[in-house]
């Protein structure tokens, strides 16, 4: 193979200022494009849904970009939001086809739906309506604006912070049922009856990596000495160890060729040709 020195290669053909357009697009193209934050204006007012369009006009956030939805009546609001429930923001006006369509529109959201990571900003013209003292104590909204302080600079400091909280709420959401998983997966372990079998287990659940598969092998000593055994892989005809307790620690990131009992782990490794288990004594 051709060895390249490359002490005195530069990378300036990679200079936006040198490619041509198509080539500098075709970089751009590869690059991930990151899920859009959906927001949706829910006001009985057009001029409303044409503004806040104008303001959300380009807006990005974290490098992803926005998608905006519409509704012009509080149940229409409540379909959408049903259709899509990853909605991050929602600007909601208070007096639509009634005059608390609004309120109406919180309570569905949060104690019908259970909606809780939606950050809803509550818009108003007609503060007598819903006094923002009331509003506050009583529903869970997430702010409370008259429409005629949303200016343009308020808008983005609004659409900042509740993007930023929405993200933490997802983030932390993601955690919880990753742990979830964890949890259940664990309580699926300590149902076993020995530590033998719960060791076992816990190789049970590996396979399930490779479910479908018999490339994957565990090869372990006699059920007395469990702590000596090891896992592998085959890949490309060859089994290679990824895993290993007690005396094949030592082996890891080794082909199995190279144990010194490979005669007898060859016959195991033989038996998953024809049979659908994983586990095998040697």
Not at 144 to 155: D, I, S, V
Not at 249 to 278: D, H, M, R, W
Request: aromatic share 8%; charged share 30%.
């Amino acid at each position: 193979m051709k060895k390249w020195d490359l002490d005195n290669v530069h990378i300036d053909f990679l200079n936006n200022d040198i490619l041509s357009d198509d080539i500098s697009e075709n970089i751009k193209n590869l690059s991930p494009k990151l899920p859009v934050y959906k927001i949706l204006i829910a006001d009985d007012d057009e001029e409303v849904h044409k503004i806040s369009a104008l303001m959300l006009k380009d807006f990005e956030f974290e490098g992803r970009k926005i998608e905006i939805l519409h509704a012009y009546s509080g149940q229409e609001t409540i379909e959408i939001c049903k259709r899509n429930s990853d909605i991050a923001i929602l600007f909601l006006d208070v007096v639509m086809e009634k005059n608390h369509s609004g309120l109406r529109v919180i309570k569905v959201l949060r104690e019908d739906l259970k909606y809780n990571l939606i950050r809803i900003i509550l818009r108003t013209g007609q503060p007598g309506q819903a006094p923002e003292d009331e509003v506050i104590r009583k529903y869970d909204i997430n702010d409370y604006r008259l429409k005629t302080e949303l200016t343009l600079k308020r808008f983005n400091t609004t659409l900042y912070t509740a993007l930023r909280n929405y993200r933490d709420l997802i983030n932390i959401e993601n955690h919880r049922l990753g742990l979830q998983k964890i949890i259940e997966a664990s309580s699926r372990l300590f149902k076993r009856n020995s530590f033998n079998e719960f060791l076992m287990s816990i190789l049970d659940e590996l396979s399930n990596f490779q479910k479908g598969n018999n490339s994957m092998v565990y090869a372990r000593e006699d059920l007395s000495y469990i702590s000596n055994g090891f896992v592998s892989i085959e890949r490309e005809n060859k089994h290679r160890i990824f895993a290993a307790t007690g005396k094949y620690v030592g082996f890891v990131g080794k082909e199995v060729v190279e144990l010194p009992n490979y005669a007898e782990i060859n016959k195991v490794i033989g038996k998953t040709k024809k049979e659908t288990q994983s586990i095998y004594p040697i």
